[in-house]
C-alpha cells in the first residue's frame, strides 16, 4: 500500500517518516499534487501557523489534491497543524480559510491558568468506538503542542476529547478522514499503535 506524506515545507516529515518505519511501514515523502492524488494512504503533517500552510497548500497545488483524493475516498490522517488544516477555518491572525474536510472552527486556547501553548503529555477521554483508536485505551497518554484547537461543527465527528484548561476535541472523524491534534510520532508505544491502526485502512 502506498503512502505519502504530504510535504508543502511546514511539517516534522522525517519524524512522521521514522515513525512509521518502526510501524514496519515504507512511507513516501512528497510536494507533488500526481503523488498525492495517487496515494492509497495521506498523511497531513503541520507544525506552524495556519494561514501559512493553507498559502504553501494552494501555491504547491496540493489542496485541491487532497480534496481529490478525499474524494474518492483515500484514508487521510491529520496531524497536529495538519489537522487544523482539515476543518472550514481558523481564527489564527484573522479568518483563514482550510480545506473544509471536516465542517467546524480552529479556536485560540484561551485558559488564564494555564501556560500556552499546551506542552506536553496528556490523556484521551470519551474514546469512541473507531478503527483508528483500536487498541488504545481511555486515558491513554499522547504529546502535545499546540495553541489552538478544533471545534467540530457535528459531535459526531469528535473521536476523543482531552482536558487542558478547557475540554477540546483531540481526535476527529468524517468519513475516511482523520485527524488527530497530538504528535503520535512523539507518543510512544500509543502513537505507534494509533499510526498501525491508520495503516491498517484502505
Known amino acids: 500500500m502506498r503512502t505519502v506524506i504530504i510535504d508543502y515545507g511546514m511539517g516534522n516529515l522525517r519524524s512522521v517518516e521514522r515513525a512509521l518505519a518502526a510501524c514496519g511501514a515504507h512511507a513516501e515523502i512528497s510536494a507533488d499534487p500526481e503523488a498525492v492524488r495517487g496515494a492509497e494512504r495521506l498523511i497531513l503533517p503541520g507544525v506552524g501557523a495556519f494561514g501559512d500552510a493553507m498559502e504553501n497548500l494552494r501555491k504547491a497545488g ?3 489534491a487532497i480534496l481529490e483524493a478525499a474524494g474518492v475516498g483515500t484514508p487521510l490522517l491529520g496531524l497536529c497543524l495538519g489537522l487544523q488544516l482539515l476543518f472550514t477555518q481558523s481564527e489564527e491572525f484573522g479568518r483563514n480559510e482550510g480545506l473544509n474536510l471536516i465542517p467546524g472552527s480552529v479556536r485560540k486556547l484561551r485558559v488564564p491558568k494555564l501556560h500556552v501553548p499546551h506542552v506536553g503529555w496528556n490523556q484521551l477521554e470519551g474514546i469512541r468506538p473507531d478503527p ?22 457535528c459531535d459526531p465527528d469528535i473521536l476523543c476529547w482531552t482536558e487542558y484548561g478547557c475540554r477540546f ?3 476527529a472523524r468524517r468519513g475516511n478522514v482523520w485527524g488527530a491534534q497530538f504528535h503520535p510520532e ?3 508505544a500509543a502513537g505507534r499503535q494509533l499510526l498501525r491502526n491508520f495503516l491498517s485502512m484502505g
Open 132 to 153: 483508528l483508536m483500536t487498541r488504545i485505551p481511555e486515558g491513554a497518554y499522547f504529546y502535545f503542542v499546540h495553541s489552538y484547537y478544533v471545534e467540530p461543527a
Open 186 to 188: 512523539k507518543s510512544q
Open 169 to 171: 476535541c483531540s481526535v
Open 62 to 64: 496540493l489542496d485541491g
